[in-house]
């Protein structure tokens, strides 16, 4: 979807309603491995967090998998040591991720609940079609039951899925928290053309989500992922990666959705060259290594500040 730059003064008259005054709080996505592909242990949590709060203003992280290299034992001690908060993941597309994900949070919960911001179950699953929108809500809804009540549970979801219907069922169904991955990275996006498609993906989807939740405020809404690949990696189409584009998207796009309210993980806090080649679906190789708005040694790629 290609939409004029000029849509933009558009967008920040016509906020969704959900929006708050305040700025949104910044947070990353991080993973469970180091640059050789090896497990990540709370020491090196400590040392990603500590580089985190270095250049950024960030206090928050999410994760994917809970159980993969043992990721919530070894991160909530560091959270805690740290004073950062968590989004935990759990990976329910097959039942043993779903029930060992489970089971690693339900472990730390109730030692952990003041650094657990928040529980997701799946990520981007019904944009990969895994499960029917009521198949996903009895996922939530079965974790939920295991957790203390103060810890949100929600799911994260690309932003047409939540536009689109697909999420509905989600939505009626009373989860504490959404969070809504936008990418015009992945929509082939020229640089110039991408601040104002994300912020009219946002727009689409916050306020589907408010017309179907009857409600302005809940459940709670974040920008799930964004971000833009730095030189070395893939181009997409029209979308160039590059360090210079990703540093413009961060200014426009990131900060500009920070002031306009709305709180996001930035995709993602450091590279992972580990990370294999992933093959497109017309069976070209494409680089996932240089997402990173820092280097795999926490070298600081472009200046995080708004």
């Known amino acids: ?23 949104g709080t910044l947070g990353f996505a991080l993973g469970t491995k180091k640059a050789d592909g090896t497990c990540k242990f709370q020491a090196d949590y400590e040392d990603d967090f500590d580089l985190i709060s270095q250049h950024s203003s960030a206090s928050i992280v999410r994760g994917y998998s809970a159980s993969d290299c043992n990721a ?14 968590v989004v935990l993941g759990i990976w329910p597309d097959v039942q043993e991720s779903f029930e060992a994900d489970t089971s690693a949070i339900t472990a730390v919960a109730d030692e952990y609940q003041d650094n657990i911001y928040a529980v997701t179950v799946g990520s981007e699953t ?12 009895d996922k939530i809804n079965t974790v939920k039951d295991q957790l203390p009540s103060s810890i949100k549970v929600g799911t994260a979801d690309s932003w047409n899925k939540f536009d689109d219907g697909t999420a509905d069922a989600v939505i ?21 053309n991408a601040t104002a498609t994300y912020f009219e993906d946002m727009q689409r989807a916050f306020g589907h989500i408010q017309d179907v939740s009857g409600s302005l405020d809940s459940p709670e809404l974040w920008n799930g992922e964004t971000g ?16 210079e584009n990703a540093q413009q998207y961060w200014q426009q796009g ?16 450091f590279d992972e060259p580990w990370k294999p080649d992933s093959i497109g679906d017309n069976g070209e190789a494409a680089d996932e290594k240089h997402w990173g708005a820092m ?5 600081l790629k472009f200046s995080l500040e708004c």
Do not use: H
Request: proline share 4%; with cysteine; charged share 15%.
């Open 126 to 137: 019904l944009y990969r079609g895994n499960f029917t929108g009521e198949e996903l809500l």
């Open 254 to 269: 990131v900060c500009g959705m920070l002031e306009w309210g709305v709180s996001l993980f930035y995709f993602e806090a």
């Open 72 to 85: 919530a034992a070894e991160i909530m001690p560091a959270a805690a040591a740290k004073n950062f908060q």
């Open 172 to 192: 009626r169904g009373g989860v504490d928290i959404l969070f809504v991955n936008a990418f015009a990275y992945w929509q082939g996006q020229d640089i110039d």
């Open 295 to 299: 280097t795999v040694d926490g070298d």
């Open 1 to 23: 979807m290609r939409v004029s730059t000029a849509s933009l003064a558009l967008l920040s008259v016509a906020a969704p309603a959900a929006v708050q005054a305040a700025t």
């Open 228 to 243: 833009w690949p730095t030189t070395g990696g893939s181009d997409f189409g029209p979308a160039e990666a590059s360090t």
